[in-house]
């Protein structure tokens, strides 16, 4: 697998159906950590994942203290708008763990804290806005990491 896609408690149904229909396409694993905002089994999820859903790779897990448990050892980056360096400066490698927050505030601000080294962003060129779509970032840092890669 290139590339690990880690959502940190999403809210928004359609953006992890089309998160995942991304992973799929990328040949990528999705983990999914709780607590969700919506339920797995939502319409809204599947209709966005299309008929896509059944053929991805989805790892589940009950928090995020299961998911760094888990995957204690692997090589992780952390996407935020509080991020100093930009996603092109990440040293993209096969496997990496791509972690993005929530819909609503990102990721937690001990997480931030714990990884600033590892903590990236993608630049923004007007003042009026403050992130981007989540399933906008992950693909953007997504296909910049198998252009990397490749």
């Known amino acids: 697998m290139p590339l690990n896609i880690v959502l940190i408690e999403p809210e928004i149904p359609n953006n992890t159906g089309n998160i995942g229909r ?8 999705l983990h999914l950590v ?8 939502d319409k ?11 053929h991805l790779e989805v790892i589940y897990y009950d928090n995020i203290d ?5 995957n204690k050892s692997a090589k992780m980056v952390f996407l935020s ?8 400066d990440i040293a993209f490698e096969e496997d990496m763990f791509l972690v993005f927050g ?3 505030v990102g990721l937690p601000k001990p997480l931030i804290e714990r990884h600033k080294t590892q903590l990236f962003k993608i630049p923004l060129y007007s ?24």
């Open 34 to 41: 709780k607590p969700f905002g919506f339920e797995i089994d």
């Open 127 to 150: 003042d009026s806005i403050r992130s981007l779509n989540l399933a906008n970032a992950v693909g953007i840092v997504v296909y910049e990491g198998l252009r990397q890669i490749k």
């Open 102 to 104: 929530k819909e609503s």
């Open 81 to 88: 708008s509080h991020g100093t360096n930009d996603h092109w």
């Open 44 to 54: 809204r999820l599947k209709r966005a994942g299309l008929d896509y859903w059944q």
């Open 66 to 70: 299961a998911f760094f448990a888990q």
């Open 22 to 29: 991304l992973a799929l396409a990328s040949g990528s694993k």
